[in-house]
């Protein structure tokens, strides 16, 4: 007779943790299986996000900041530390034990949980029978009345470019570099290629970055981003855009990259290459034929707004399904699936799913931009304000970008808002909790702000909408 569970999740990433958290604090029998291991083959739990991606990419960027600061600002606000170096097998041990110290957490939670942790595979049977395979190869079938699939996702391998023996990685790859490349190629220069190019150029490297679409995240409202193209430029980083490779050859020691761009075929060598052209569902091996669930094209699994499958009693969350790949909304349906198996109503808001690309400056954005607005024929009024104008940014000495608020033109409801500068990651959360609540821009601008605060950039745009900002010259704007 197979162990029976009220829930068993597969995959404890944030969506899996998560969800398996909250399913055991409503009092259900809750087992997660999870097949990762970390440097030493120890079962480690947290997922991509918190073992090679989200958290060890922001040591690596939160250190290298630290030294280009030390290195070209300091003395600009009166400190002398003379010359600065970079010892980077330390930088990395430390984002290790930060990741460390995370992951035990994770585990921590389930233990004070009462969740019961399967560290191996688990494969979705028909009937709501999960077969879970230790890693030792011990296997046996387990049932559960619900069944939460949250596997997570892997980077995008392109036939161009195969990995190759620590020349050419992945994103996990290039947060374990043992010392500052000399010449680095980037392979996309979206979120994840940005990001691990910031940290290398910063740290020393001249780096390439290789783009295939002619615009720059054109995901992001389009004065950020070309503000942003700008400064990464002004850093150092050479991005090409339009450039699309075709081939690749790879030594020990280098790799040669070929590329065609508007101006024909090109050869650029580097001493290491990173793919980062997205990611795509961890879905091989989850689902048995029969088991009555099958992937679309790309290796997404159709759910409803609920994340609820076609199957009953199955559900789907994070990276594996429709919507951005990120950790927090991944968290937020692995919740929202617990309460529901346990009878509450909650529900994911997905019109106030906040994105961050955590460069310097940093860019982020809530809602619709501009160019959205505009295709869907929505009649709308823009906000802005500079963060030169901003008390707290120029103290701080860093004040590049602005915060750019549209509201809708007869309702005033906020429809998006757009940070590119110092701490827009955290900004972000007062127009996610505003747009969360159906505010107007008028009810942003009457409210209070610290003084002085970045968050005062938000303020301001936000009176900006309607030609009332006070420290900026207004010219309100359709």
Same mark, same amino acid.
């Not at 909250?22 to 030493?40: F, H, M, N, V």
């Not at 002398?80 to 034990?97: A, H, Q, T």
């Not at 198996?341 to 909650?346: E, P, S």
């Given at each position: 007779m197979n162990k029976k569970y009220d829930v068993i999740i597969i995959g404890a990433g944030p969506a899996g943790y998560a969800a398996a958290?909250?399913?055991?604090?409503?009092?259900?029998?809750?087992?997660?299986? $999870? /097949?990762?291991? $970390? &440097?030493?083959?120890k079962p480690v739990y947290g997922g991509t996000c918190l073992n090679w991606g989200c958290i060890p990419s922001k040591a690596l960027l939160d250190a290298s900041q630290k030294f280009v600061d030390a290195r070209d600002h300091f003395a600009?606000?009166?400190?002398?530390?003379? &010359?600065?170096?970079?010892?980077?097998? /330390?930088?990395?041990?430390? &984002?290790? $034990?930060i990741v460390k110290g995370l992951t035990a957490g994770i585990a921590g939670l389930f233990k004070g949980n009462n969740v019961e942790a399967l560290p191996g595979t688990g494969k979705l049977l028909a009937d709501r029978v999960v077969e879970y395979v230790q890693h030792n190869g011990s296997t046996e079938n387990l049932s559960a009345d619900n069944i939460i699939l949250a596997p997570g996702s892997q980077p995008i391998d392109i036939p161009p470019v195969p990995l190759a023996d620590n020349v050419v990685v992945d994103s996990t790859g290039a947060l374990e570099f043992e010392s500052v490349p000399k010449r680095l190629g980037v392979i996309g220069a979206g979120v994840i290629g940005l990001e691990l190019g910031s940290v290398w150029s910063r740290l020393g490297s001249s780096v390439v970055v290789l783009e295939a679409l002619k615009d720059f995240l054109p995901m992001v409202d389009q004065r950020l981003s070309r503000d942003a193209l700008k400064a990464f430029k002004k850093q150092g980083m050479d991005i090409r855009l339009g450039a699309r490779v075709t081939a690749s050859k790879a030594t020990k020691k280098q790799v040669a990259v070929i590329y065609e761009d508007a101006e024909g075929e090109h050869q650029v060598k580097f001493d290491k290459l990173v793919v980062a052209v997205g990611r795509k569902p961890a879905i091989n091996g989850i689902l048995a034929a029969d088991c009555g669930i099958v992937p679309d094209d790309r290796g997404f699994l159709s759910v409803d707004e609920f994340c609820a499958t076609n199957i009953p009693n199955i559900y789907a969350v994070g990276d594996t399904?429709?919507?951005?790949?990120?950790?927090?909304?991944?968290?937020?349906?692995?919740?929202?699936?617990?309460?529901?198996?346990?009878?509450?109503?909650?529900?994911?808001?997905?019109?106030?799913?906040?994105?961050?690309?955590?460069?310097?400056?940093?860019?982020?954005?809530?809602? /619709?931009?501009?160019?959205?607005?505009?295709?869907?024929?929505? /009649?709308?009024?823009?906000?802005?304000?500079?963060? @030169?104008? @901003?008390?707290?940014?120029?103290?701080?000495?860093?004040?590049?970008?602005?915060? &750019?608020v549209l509201a809708d033109a007869e309702s005033d409801r906020i429809l998006g808002v757009h940070i590119l500068g110092n701490q827009a990651s955290e900004l972000i959360a007062q127009a996610v909790i505003a747009m969360e609540f159906d505010a107007s821009a008028e009810d942003l601008g009457l409210t209070m702000f610290a003084h002085p605060t970045l968050s005062e950039a938000v303020h301001e745009a936000a009176l900006s909408v309607s030609g009332h900002a006070i420290h900026m010259l207004n010219r309100k704007r359709k």
């Open positions: 958290i909250r399913c055991a604090q409503l009092g259900l029998k809750t087992a997660c299986i $999870d /097949k990762s291991l $970390d &440097k030493e083959g600009e606000v009166g400190i002398s530390v003379g &010359k600065v170096s970079v010892d980077v097998p /330390k930088m990395i041990s430390r &984002k290790d $034990d399904v429709r919507g951005p790949m990120l950790a927090h909304k991944a968290t937020e349906e692995g919740v929202m699936v617990a309460d529901r198996i346990a009878g509450q109503k909650t529900m994911v808001n997905y019109d106030c799913i906040p994105s961050v690309v955590y460069t310097h400056p940093e860019i982020a954005w809530v809602g /619709k931009t501009e160019r959205e607005l505009k295709k869907e024929g929505v /009649k709308f009024n823009v906000g802005s304000f500079a963060f @030169n104008a @901003n008390g707290r940014a120029m103290a701080a000495n860093d004040t590049d970008g602005l915060v &750019k």
